[in-house]
C-alpha cells in the first residue's frame, strides 16, 4: 500500500469539511484524484483540488447544502459541481465512463466504478486517487511507476485516448514539459505523430493556452524539438521553422520562465506573418501587441547603450518591449560580453517619467483646441526627452508657439 504523508491541503478544515459532508451519504464514496495527488506525489506545489465521487450529483448536492457549504452547478452535465467551503472551491466529479466520443466532447454515463473512470483519463499518473487519510489507489496499475519515472504515459491505447480528445496530443507535450524526465514516451510519440491532423478540431484558444503552459516551464526546449520532428509543431505552428533562438532563450531565462519572450523566440522577426498568427490563435490584444511590435521594432538593444539612449528607448518603447528586444538580442548572441545583467535590472527598475505640463497647458498657451494641441505637445516632449528629461516646466512653456 502506498500512502501519502499528510499534506496540508488535505488536512485542511475547508477540504475535510467536504470529505465528511460527501462520506456522510457513504464511507469511502469520495476520493482526491488528478493534479492535487499527482503533485503531493512529486513533490511539485499544489493548485486545484478535484474530488472523485461515486455519489451522483443530485446526491452530492444535498449533502452539501444539508452541511452549509454552497454549490455551483459548473459542469453539471459532465458531472461536476463546484462547492466552497470557508472561501476554498473544491471541484467534485461523479465517477464516468464515457459512452461516445467526437475527438473533443464526451457523452458521458455515471459509474460507481473507480476502474472504469480511471480508464477514461489521459495519462496514468493523473488516473491516481487518494482517500482523506492519505491511501493512494492506482486503478491502471503504472501510476505510482510513472511518477517514480517521471513518464508520462496514456491510459490504456495510446490512439484510442488521442481519438477521444485530440487535445491530448498538445496535454502530452505539455506534461512531458513540466513533470518527465528523460526520453519521452515512444509509444505515446508515435500516436501524436500519427494523429495530429486532428487538432483542426480543437478551438484556436484551447490550442494556445496548452501552448503558453507549456512554454511556461523551466526546459520544454527538449520536448518542443520532439514536438519539431513529430510534425506536431508544424500542425499548431507552421510559422516556426527554427528553434534555435528559442533554446539559447530558454536557457537564459531558466530561473524566470517567460512564455512570451520565448514564444517569440519561436517566430521569425516579420510583423505582418506574427499578427496573422496573433488573429489565428486569437491572442489577447495585450499579447498580439507585444508579440507584434517586438517582431516589427529594430530598435537595437544591448549593454552597448548609454545610460541616456537606454532611458530614451524605455520612454519610447516601454519596458515590456525593450526588455523583449533585449532578451532576444542577448539570446542572438549580440554583445557576448556585454553586462546583460545590469541592463535587464535597470530596465526593470525604470520608472516612466511624467513630461510637467500637459493639453491643458497648451491650450491655456493660446493654442486653438484640436490637432494643433497635440502637435504642439509632440514638439515639446521631443525637446524633453533629448535633454534627457531635465527641462522643467518654465523651459518647456517657454517653447510652446
Same mark, same amino acid.
Given at each position: 500500500?502506498?500512502? *501519502?504523508?499528510?499534506?496540508?491541503?488535505?488536512i485542511a478544515a475547508p477540504a475535510r469539511r467536504v470529505m465528511a459532508a460527501l462520506e456522510s451519504e457513504r464511507a469511502g464514496c469520495a476520493r482526491f484524484v488528478g493534479g492535487c495527488v499527482r503533485n503531493a506525489l512529486l513533490g511539485e506545489p499544489v493548485a486545484d483540488l478535484d474530488i472523485a465521487t461515486q455519489l451522483p450529483p443530485a446526491t452530492v448536492e444535498r449533502v452539501m447544502l444539508d452541511a452549509g457549504i454552497a454549490v455551483h452547478q459548473t459542469g453539471i452535465e459532465h458531472g461536476t459541481l463546484t462547492v466552497v467551503a470557508d472561501h476554498h472551491p473544491f =471541484?467534485?466529479?461523479?465517477?464516468?465512463?464515457?459512452?461516445?466520443? &467526437?475527438?473533443?466532447?464526451?457523452?458521458?454515463?455515471?459509474?460507481?466504478?473507480?476502474?472504469?473512470?480511471?480508464?477514461?483519463?489521459?495519462?496514468?499518473?493523473?488516473?491516481?486517487?487518494?482517500?482523506?487519510?492519505?491511501?493512494?489507489? &492506482?486503478?491502471?496499475?503504472?501510476?505510482?511507476?510513472?511518477?517514480?519515472?517521471?513518464?508520462?504515459?496514456?491510459?490504456?491505447?495510446?490512439?484510442?485516448?488521442?481519438? =477521444?480528445?485530440?487535445?491530448?496530443? !498538445?496535454?502530452?507535450?505539455?506534461?512531458?514539459?513540466?513533470?518527465?524526465?528523460?526520453?519521452?514516451?515512444?509509444?505515446?510519440?508515435?500516436?501524436? #505523430?500519427?494523429?495530429?491532423?486532428?487538432?483542426?478540431?480543437?478551438?484556436?484558444?484551447?490550442?494556445?493556452?496548452?501552448?503558453?503552459?507549456?512554454?511556461?516551464?523551466?526546459?520544454?526546449?527538449?520536448?518542443?524539438?520532439?514536438?519539431? %520532428?513529430?510534425?506536431?509543431?508544424?500542425?499548431?505552428?507552421?510559422?516556426?521553422?527554427? *528553434?534555435?533562438?528559442?533554446?539559447?532563450?530558454? !536557457?537564459?531565462?531558466?530561473?524566470?520562465?517567460?512564455?512570451?519572450?520565448?514564444?517569440?523566440?519561436?517566430?521569425?522577426?516579420?510583423?505582418?506573418?506574427?499578427?496573422? +498568427?496573433?488573429?489565428?490563435?486569437? !491572442?489577447?490584444?495585450?499579447?498580439? &501587441?507585444?508579440?507584434?511590435?517586438?517582431?516589427?521594432?529594430?530598435?537595437?538593444?544591448?549593454?552597448?547603450?548609454?545610460?541616456?539612449?537606454?532611458?530614451?528607448?524605455?520612454?519610447?518603447?516601454?519596458?515590456?518591449? %525593450?526588455?523583449?528586444?533585449?532578451?532576444?538580442?542577448?539570446?542572438?548572441?549580440?554583445?557576448?560580453?556585454?553586462?546583460? #545583467?545590469?541592463?535587464?535590472?535597470?530596465?526593470? %527598475?525604470?520608472?516612466?517619467?511624467?513630461?510637467?505640463?500637459?493639453?491643458?497647458?497648451?491650450?491655456?498657451?493660446?493654442?486653438?483646441?484640436?490637432?494643433?494641441?497635440? =502637435?504642439?505637445?509632440?514638439?515639446?516632449?521631443?525637446?524633453?526627452?533629448?535633454?534627457?528629461?531635465? +527641462?522643467?516646466?518654465? #523651459?518647456? *512653456?517657454?517653447?510652446?508657439?
Amino acid at each position: 500500500m502506498t500512502r *501519502l504523508k499528510p499534506q496540508p491541503w488535505m488536512i485542511a478544515a475547508p477540504a475535510r469539511r467536504v470529505m465528511a459532508a460527501l462520506e456522510s451519504e457513504r464511507a469511502g464514496c469520495a476520493r482526491f484524484v488528478g493534479g492535487c495527488v499527482r503533485n503531493a506525489l512529486l513533490g511539485e506545489p499544489v493548485a486545484d483540488l478535484d474530488i472523485a465521487t461515486q455519489l451522483p450529483p443530485a446526491t452530492v448536492e444535498r449533502v452539501m447544502l444539508d452541511a452549509g457549504i454552497a454549490v455551483h452547478q459548473t459542469g453539471i452535465e459532465h458531472g461536476t459541481l463546484t462547492v466552497v467551503a470557508d472561501h476554498h472551491p473544491f =471541484e467534485i466529479t461523479t465517477l464516468r465512463r464515457d459512452v461516445e466520443t &467526437d475527438g473533443r466532447r464526451a457523452v458521458v454515463a455515471f459509474t460507481e466504478s473507480w476502474e472504469e473512470d480511471a480508464q477514461r483519463r489521459d495519462f496514468r499518473m493523473n488516473a491516481l486517487y487518494c482517500s482523506i487519510d492519505g491511501e493512494v489507489f &492506482d486503478p491502471t496499475g503504472g501510476g505510482l511507476e510513472d511518477i517514480r519515472g517521471r513518464r508520462i504515459v496514456f491510459v490504456g491505447e495510446p490512439e484510442t485516448r488521442l481519438r =477521444e480528445d485530440y487535445l491530448r496530443i !498538445l496535454r502530452f507535450f505539455r506534461f512531458n514539459a513540466w513533470y518527465g524526465a528523460g526520453a519521452v514516451d515512444p509509444a505515446g510519440l508515435a500516436a501524436c #505523430a500519427k494523429l495530429k491532423d486532428g487538432l483542426a478540431n480543437i478551438s484556436a484558444e484551447r490550442i494556445w493556452i496548452e501552448l503558453k503552459k507549456l512554454l511556461s516551464a523551466p526546459y520544454p526546449v527538449n520536448v518542443l524539438m520532439d514536438m519539431q %520532428a513529430s510534425g506536431v509543431l508544424a500542425a499548431v505552428l507552421p510559422e516556426v521553422a527554427d *528553434l534555435k533562438l528559442a533554446w539559447r532563450m530558454c !536557457l537564459l531565462d531558466k530561473e524566470a520562465p517567460d512564455a512570451m519572450r520565448r514564444f517569440l523566440a519561436m517566430l521569425p522577426k516579420d510583423g505582418d506573418v506574427v499578427a496573422s +498568427l496573433a488573429r489565428r490563435l486569437k !491572442l489577447s490584444n495585450d499579447e498580439k &501587441d507585444r508579440l507584434v511590435y517586438a517582431a516589427r521594432d529594430e530598435t537595437a538593444v544591448s549593454p552597448k547603450l548609454t545610460p541616456q539612449e537606454l532611458r530614451v528607448v524605455l520612454y519610447r518603447r516601454g519596458p515590456v518591449i %525593450a526588455g523583449d528586444l533585449a532578451a532576444l538580442a542577448q539570446a542572438a548572441g549580440v554583445d557576448e560580453f556585454g553586462d546583460w #545583467a545590469k541592463l535587464m535590472a535597470d530596465i526593470a %527598475a525604470w520608472v516612466r517619467p511624467v513630461m510637467p505640463i500637459d493639453g491643458q497647458d497648451v491650450m491655456a498657451a493660446g493654442v486653438a483646441p484640436g490637432p494643433d494641441v497635440g =502637435e504642439a505637445l509632440r514638439k515639446v516632449e521631443t525637446a524633453w526627452v533629448e535633454s534627457d528629461f531635465t +527641462l522643467e516646466r518654465e #523651459a518647456l *512653456l517657454a517653447l510652446l508657439p
